[in-house]
């Protein structure tokens, strides 16, 4: 199977050229941080502490997660329901990033991304991809941005869903969470050592989607 790894800061544009190369290419797009999400929204809709880590660990045990494809866009389900659209608010961004911190939350998501991955050719979108779930995979990315660049865009994206923020909490929300996820003991967003770099600050999507394919395309040609 080919695996491709994206792993990079929130913001940086890994779902929207993945999500191009994986059509380009046939693969499977595996959004990873939807699974982290939906664990925080059923911990913000039980009431939970996003610091209380013994609740949201036992937790763990009344979740099931599920991911399908509905006309090729993935969708997550949380104990049967489809919460693809409930997991994408600056709340529930929140949320995720703590219970992201959590070992034992990170291990209940191990193998349900490890079987995606076993089972298709995938492009999977997350921080650790690289580094912990797939350390063999055909080719890492780590994909950047300038924090500017990147409050921006996710600025714009939550604007055309009607989300209410300002670019300033934006902002300081992707500073606090690029701090949490980097700096946490547990498998923190940093690159794998074999990782390609990829600067994703001035292209535009295009560019960057063919520079992308064209990495992937020689990795393969490499190991074949
Ligand atoms: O990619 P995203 O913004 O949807 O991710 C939501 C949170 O989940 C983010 O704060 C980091 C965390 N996450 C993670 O720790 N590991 C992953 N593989 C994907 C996401």
Known sequence: MINIAIDGPSGAGKSTIA???AKAKGYIYVDTGALYRSIGLWVARKDIAKEDKEN???ELDNITLELGYVEGTQRVYLNGEDVSNDIRTPEISMYASA???IPEVRAFLLDLQRD????HNVIMDGRDIGTVILPDATVKIFM???PEGRAKRRYKELCEKGIETTYEEVLSDMI???RNDSTRDVAPAVPAEDAIHFDNSSDGI???VAELIEIIDKAIEAKK
Not at 116 to 119: H, L, Q
Request: aromatic fraction near 0%; charge should be positive.
């Open 19 to 21: 999500k191009a190369v």
């Open 56 to 58: 949201i660990i036992s």
């Open 99 to 101: 219970v992201s911190a």
């Open 116 to 119: 995606m991955a076993k089972k």
């Open 144 to 146: 950047t941005a300038s």
């Open 176 to 178: 606090e969470r690029d």
């Open 206 to 208: 295009e560019n960057s």
